[in-house]
């Protein structure tokens, strides 16, 4: 199992250890932790001992766990850099001998709707990459990071739509030069074929998910933007009709499939 599953599971953990800490409380008040019973069936002291030890201990686990996964992706990530040190064009590969298909992660912002990417570039669904840091490079190069990204695995890049809110899943085909990273593949070129949206509603969790409705987000350096989600009937009937697009007109706005 490699440090990317380990670190999904340590992170689904800490989701659910606030339910873990009640039911152990629960069952401590149960055993009579927080009683003046003269004859528990436990020692009181002990359960007091065993909760300690549980206060103490279980966060120790988890930290220790996340050192162990860091260490274990740096590791990765100085194994990958040397590799990519020694790569040129000669190395790379192109799209006959290696199908670049992988899933990505994109909010989609603008008051006319547009993809952008979680570092804050745009693009179309049919598009080649920039780089903004060298107009000379003609990405991917591979002593930069100009390029389009993908995971390689659909559970992976689910994983990481749970931890960034308000962005949504992106079924991507790469062409051109491409080279593989520890996660998945950098390219020169990118077609998206897929928006999969969330089955719920991306305000309250809860109803289903019918309707796109923009709001005005603040940002970081005085910037500001807007920002589409999908939201159930009831989350998205305070917006006005201008502020609203259906999965159809949106679809037809980004030019690509949304399912």
Same mark, same amino acid.
């Given at each position: ?17 606030? !339910?873990?800490?009640? &039911? ?6 149960? !055993? ?10 436990? =020692?009181?002291? @002990? ?14 686990? %988890? ?22 040190? *020694? ?6 590969? $192109? ?6 298909? &992988?899933?990505? !992660?994109?909010?989609?912002? &603008?008051?006319?709707?547009? !993809?952008?990417?979680?570092? &804050? ?26 390029? %389009? ?21 992106? $079924? ?18 990118? @077609? @998206? ?9 991306? %305000?309250?969790?809860? /109803? ?28 998205? =009937? ?5 502020? *609203?697009?259906? @999965? *159809?007109?949106?679809?037809?706005? /980004?030019?690509? /499939?949304?399912?």
């Amino acid at each position: 199992m490699d440090y990317a599953q380990n670190r999904r599971r340590l992170i689904r953990l800490i989701r659910i250890y606030p !339910l873990i800490a009640l &039911g152990v409380l629960t069952l401590a008040y149960l !055993l009579g932790a927080f009683s003046e019973q003269e004859d528990p069936l436990i =020692s009181q002291n @002990v359960i007091i001992t065993a909760l300690y030890l549980f206060v103490g201990v279980v966060p120790l686990v %988890f930290i220790i766990g996340f050192i162990t996964v860091g260490r274990a992706s740096d590791k990765a990530g100085l194994k990958n850099n040397k590799t990519h040190s *020694k790569l040129n064009y000669n190395h790379a590969f $192109d799209l006959p001998s290696e199908v670049m298909h &992988g899933y990505k !992660l994109a909010i989609i912002t &603008g008051r006319a709707p547009t !993809l952008t990417g979680l570092t &804050g570039d745009t693009y179309l669904s049919d598009a080649s990459a920039k780089c903004t840091i060298n107009k000379e490079h003609v990405p991917p190069v591979a002593d930069c990071e100009c390029g %389009f990204y993908a995971y390689s695995e659909f559970a992976e890049a689910k994983f990481e739509g749970s931890i960034n809110p308000g962005a949504f899943l992106l $079924d991507v085909d790469l062409y051109g030069v491409g080279f593989k990273y520890a996660r998945g593949y950098r390219a020169e070129t990118q @077609v @998206v074929n897929e928006l999969i949206t969330p089955r719920r509603c991306q %305000f309250c969790r809860i /109803l289903p998910a019918k309707v796109f409705v923009t709001t005005y987000k603040l940002g970081y350096d005085d910037t500001s933007w807007w920002q589409w989600q999908i939201r159930c009937v009831i989350c998205s =009937s305070s917006f006005k009709q201008e502020d *609203k697009l259906g @999965v *159809k007109e949106m679809s037809a706005r /980004l030019k690509l /499939l949304i399912s």
